[in-house]
């Protein structure tokens, strides 16, 4: 026993305790990109049918704003074209799809009638400068962090609720990519 002692109580030699603080540091590390990438898997996707919505986000507001927008990504995973019909949601009175485009210098947006037709086997974007969802009549700011609801109705697919995440107030340039 007096033998075990005396060698546990020898000092480490650095190199040793160097290479051990290297490797944790690695497993650290590793642990958390795995983490990383799992959150960002598993973070903000929903299914209905065949149609898949990614990332639902919105920005925060100033004080006094009575609109927001909202966007996301739908991808079509079946053989048979959809519409986005609908949205509803309690973040504001009512919430319209909208079209922006710039013709001749000139931008316009303007709700869509009808509905968003996604493709069979296709994707469509909803973000900034294009197809956008608008929350008119705001009833409270969405705040940086939060999160709200909102529910799409789709043709044949049916609703599905979604979870917005609001995001900083910024410019266009968000990289929302799937």
Do not use: C
């Not at 898997?41 to 006094?64: M, N, V």
């Not at 966007?71 to 919430?95: E, H, M, Q, V, W």
């Amino acid at each position: 026993m007096s033998q075990f002692l005396r060698t546990a109580a020898r000092p480490i030699p650095g190199s040793v305790l160097r290479s051990f603080e290297a490797r944790l540091g690695i497993v650290v590390l590793a642990f958390a990109l795995l983490f990383a990438g799992a959150q960002t898997g598993f973070a903000h996707g929903f299914k209905i049918g065949d149609l898949e919505i990614g990332h639902p986000w919105s920005r925060a507001t100033p004080a006094g704003a009575k609109v927001a927008g909202g966007y996301f990504t739908i991808t079509n995973k079946g053989s048979t074209p959809d519409r986005l019909l609908s949205i509803s949601t309690d973040i504001s009175d009512k919430a319209e799809l909208h079209e922006m485009s710039v013709k001749d210098g000139v931008m316009t947006m303007r709700p869509v009638a009808g509905g968003l037709e996604i493709p069979a086997g296709g994707k469509v974007a909803l973000a900034p400068g294009g197809y956008h969802l608008m929350f008119i009549g705001l009833k409270r700011q969405p705040k940086q962090g939060e999160t709200f609801s909102a529910t799409l109705t789709f043709e044949k697919a049916g609703t599905v609720s979604v979870d917005f995440a609001v995001e900083g107030m910024g410019g266009a340039t968000d990289d929302h990519a799937d």
